[in-house]
């Protein structure tokens, strides 16, 4: 979908706030992320942009970058604001979009300014939802970290000063927030920029210190409004403990544990929209599975089992994830949409069968430049949407062509060879052969490089 219009809404104090707001729903859903956003450059991310959408499908989503960050107004860091302005700032956006009363989504620290409001305008706040947070412990709330925090802590503030905005800092934040983005190079690049648009180093790292100042669990016991817990049970960034704990505190929330290591919403985050939805609404969105025609395409690596036994684990984890990578670009390139990495292989959907296959030719060129060699397959049917699962008969032929295919061999069904015509792509006869668990002989074609 296109970015929505970006407005802004004025405080009493003069203060501009920037805010968006996409969706028809009945219920009135505000969502307030972490400590750093940009409503502008969140929507070039298109997972991050599917997550958003998801939420406006069941609700009127109001989207808001905080006072001192992205296109809000900025601030010196000294003047960055305490917990109650921001609550009363989300007041500020409501009254511009003419809502009543809303339902809160708050992510890290955006879940006590969250909180903070439910709990000081129940008049308000018709419920709550906080999403990967870290109160700190009960005892002593944030300002007295554990003894086996302080070292990261002291790390991150580290990073912050000496490599805001860079490609160390994105992939470091990575490696402890989201473990499979670490080594994604398309996705680096965006927060990269993200980060950029988002704070200053100075700005980001006084958020940080406000952040870690906070003792939120006086408010969680005062909280009147119907309240979801939602937490990863692999999270490394912040740990699971604090947000059970919290929830505990909280009368009547609802803890529910989420699998998985991601910390943050970028990727991947269809199970907290999904959560969010039955919790709000009694039911998930099931819609019935759309039926498209498009080209699936599966890859392998030849000879993983060897090399992995060769290079070692920690070895064969980094090739792994620089081909990953590499493939990933490729994808994004030609317009492809990952469905699955199963061990060392992918599964992808492309709308257009010639760029599926001009696809698999730069995938296999670029994993080559690692000395990997890898055996593609490509099928053009009818596949069913679902739920984000891609299911259907033309699945199981993709995966049974790759299955046949050699090293640094491409292998189409007849079906993508006919609909390439005139594409300039070249093929030779493979001849006819049984796919396991598919009816018929099928004529298959080997691409021409």
């Known amino acids: 979908m296109e970015r929505p219009e970006t407005r802004y809404a004025k405080t009493s104090e003069g203060v501009y706030i920037a805010y968006q707001v996409l969706g028809d729903g009945p219920i009135d859903l505000l969502y307030l992320p972490g400590y750093t956003s940009n409503l502008f450059w969140q929507w070039e991310l298109p997972s991050y942009a599917r997550f958003l959408e998801q939420l406006a499908s069941f609700s009127r989503l109001i989207l808001v970058d905080r006072r001192g960050t992205g296109l809000s107004d900025r601030f010196s860091p000294q003047d960055l604001p305490p917990l109650e302005d921001l609550a009363d700032d989300l007041v500020t956006v409501m009254d511009a979009v003419g809502s009543e009363r809303i339902v809160l989504l708050g992510t890290e620290d955006g879940c006590f300014v969250c909180s903070m409001f439910a709990a000081t305008h129940p008049d308000r706040a018709d419920a709550v939802v906080l999403y990967g947070m870290d109160p700190g412990s009960p005892d002593v709330g944030l300002a007295q970290p554990s003894p086996e925090r302080v070292p990261f802590l002291e790390e991150l503030y580290r990073h912050v000063d000496e490599h805001w905005g860079t490609r160390a800092y994105a992939r470091w934040d990575m490696k402890v927030s989201h473990p499979s983005l670490a080594e994604d190079d398309i996705f680096l690049a965006w927060y990269e920029v993200f980060l950029q648009l988002a704070a200053s180093p100075t700005s980001a790292k006084e958020m940080l210190r406000i952040w870690h100042e906070i003792d939120p669990w006086p408010v969680f016991a005062t909280i009147r409004v119907p309240t979801l817990v939602l937490h990863r049970t692999g999270d490394i960034l912040e740990p699971i403990e604090h947000a059970r704990a919290a929830a505990a505190r909280i009368p009547g929330a609802r803890f529910v544990e989420l699998p998985g290591d991601k910390h943050n919403l970028f990727e991947g985050a269809e199970d907290v929209a999904e959560e969010v939805e039955e919790f709000l609404t009694g039911s998930r969105h099931s819609a019935e599975p759309d039926r498209v025609l498009a080209t699936v395409l599966f890859t392998d690596i030849v000879g993983s089992t060897e090399r992995a036994s060769r290079l070692g684990d920690r ?69 069913e949407l679902a739920a984000g699962d891609v299911r259907g008969i033309a699945v199981h032929i993709g995966a049974r062509v790759s299955a046949l295919a050699g090293p640094s061999e491409i292998l189409v069904s007849s079906t993508v060879k006919d609909l390439v015509a005139g594409s300039g792509l070249s093929f030779e006869d493979a001849g006819e052969h049984e796919l396991k668990g598919v009816p018929d002989r099928w004529r298959l074609y080997r691409v021409v490089t």
Do not use: Y
């Open 315 to 383: 070895g064969w984890r980094e090739l792994l994830d620089q081909h990953n990578a590499r493939i990933r670009r490729q994808l994004e390139r030609f317009r492809g949409r990952e469905i699955d990495t199963t061990g060392d292989g992918f599964f992808a959907t492309f709308d257009g069968p010639a760029r599926a296959v001009r696809c698999a030719q730069a995938i296999g060129a670029s994993v080559r430049e690692l000395g990997m060699e890898i055996r593609t397959g490509c099928h053009t049917g009818e596949i």
